[in-house]
């Protein structure tokens, strides 16, 4: 049976970097045989400007539908002025919420060729491959009894709840266990177990999952060494899991090792995988409908999507193999440009992962 695939574009460069990766798509389909057909829709501000809601009911009901969705990024200054829950991210928003996107997996991949865009030395970060598998619709930023409160001294205090259920635990840690699988192996799970007991709780569960897992590596990291050690040295990690809160801090320290935000891909999965991809990077108006932008980090979603959603492995692979054998010949977006490449646009970025993928 078919795999059905949602392609949502969104806003600003989204539906030209999209364009790009489905370009990429067809030629992995008939490379590797697979069965996928593509449905599209309108997210964002691009549902706002036809519909009137950053996304509409009929495609929340197809993103259900699908077993992945392939997203390009939302918002712009045309829509800034719009109430907050009519904001063309409102859109993102419920979508995760509403397939219940617990999940979140952010690569922080430097391909060696564009080591130098990183502030860490060559050596220390050259060919880094770390996966971050964050838990996103719990922890403290949902936890309850949250807000400000008044004490009887006049003084206000503000509160909030560090709370993970063992169910909540279980779940993200089984994603992060069977990602560690499908990649080098080794897994880190981050706490302050010395500190917090909701973590203490997450550090005991994680170990007891561990004896599941014989053929993955399991080691505990308190989160402020993990934070030293992400910028000590970034590549011992190979699969790293914590909570909503840590995992937001140590993300995007890991993706800024990285130093170029138009290469990196991320995911969101729900429990039974059905996921959302989509570049880290947001809708850049700056520079839409221009030909600059980089469609490498939607093109590495797109080997997310077809990793994590539809395990076809070999297809990722070939696309990741793909992006790092144009950046081996010289070929640079504006943002990742050095001396001594070829400046390319996006559409030609495209088509030379694609005539790699071909080759
Ligand atoms: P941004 O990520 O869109 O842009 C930041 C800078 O990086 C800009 O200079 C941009 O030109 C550059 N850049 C980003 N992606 C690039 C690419 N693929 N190739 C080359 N250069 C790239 O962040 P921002 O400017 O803060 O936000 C712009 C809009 O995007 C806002 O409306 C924001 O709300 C929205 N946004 C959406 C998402 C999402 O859809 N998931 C995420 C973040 C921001």
Not at 132 to 149: C, H, S, W
Not at 159 to 188: C, D, H, M, P
Not at 288 to 296: F, H, I, T, V
Request: a negative charge.
């Amino acid at each position: 049976m078919s795999k059905q695939i949602l392609c949502l574009p969104g806003d600003g460069i989204g539906p030209e970097i999209v364009a790009e990766a489905l370009k990429v798509l067809d030629v992995v389909k008939s490379r590797f045989g697979l069965a996928i057909e593509i449905s599209e829709g309108l997210v964002g501000g691009a549902s706002l400007d036809v519909h009137g809601v950053p996304l509409t009911d009929e495609t929340l009901a197809e993103a259900k539908k699908s077993d992945a969705i392939l997203f390009g990024s939302v918002g712009g200054p045309k829509w800034d002025d719009q109430p907050m829950m009519n904001r063309p991210e409102r859109g993102l928003l419920k979508l995760r919420s509403e397939m219940g996107l617990f999940a979140n997996l952010r690569p922080a991949m430097l391909f060696p060729q564009l080591a130098e865009a990183s502030s860490l030395k060559h050596e220390r970060v050259a060919g880094l491959d770390i996966l971050i598998v964050r838990e996103l619709t719990g922890g403290i930023y949902f936890g309850e009894p949250r807000g400000v409160r008044t004490l009887e001294s006049g003084e206000r205090e503000g509160y909030n709840t560090y709370v993970y259920r063992e169910s909540e635990i279980k779940r993200i840690a089984k994603v992060a266990f069977e990602a560690a699988q499908k990649r080098g192996g080794r897994l880190t799970s981050v706490d302050k177990s010395n500190v917090l007991e909701v973590t203490a709780l997450w550090r005991e569960i994680v170990s007891d999952m561990g004896s599941d897992y014989s053929d993955v590596e399991l080691s505990h990291m308190y989160v402020d060494n993990a934070a030293m050690q992400l910028v000590r040295e970034p590549k011992q990690f190979d699969v790293m899991v914590t909570g909503n809160m840590f995992g937001d801090i140590l993300s995007d320290c890991a993706a800024m090792l990285t130093g170029s935000i138009g290469m990196l891909p991320s995911a969101s999965l729900n429990e039974v995988n059905q996921g959302m991809y989509e570049p880290v990077h947001g809708s850049a108006p700056d520079i839409a409908g221009q030909g600059k932008a980089n469609p490498l980090a939607q093109i590495l979603s797109l080997a997310m999507l077809l990793r994590y959603s539809l395990g076809e492995i070999a297809a990722a692979d070939a696309i990741e193999k793909a992006v790092s054998d144009v950046l081996d010949q010289g070929l640079r977006t504006g943002d990742i440009a050095s001396e001594g490449c070829t400046q390319v646009s996006t559409s030609e970025m495209g088509d030379a992962v694609v005539a790699c993928l071909k080759s």
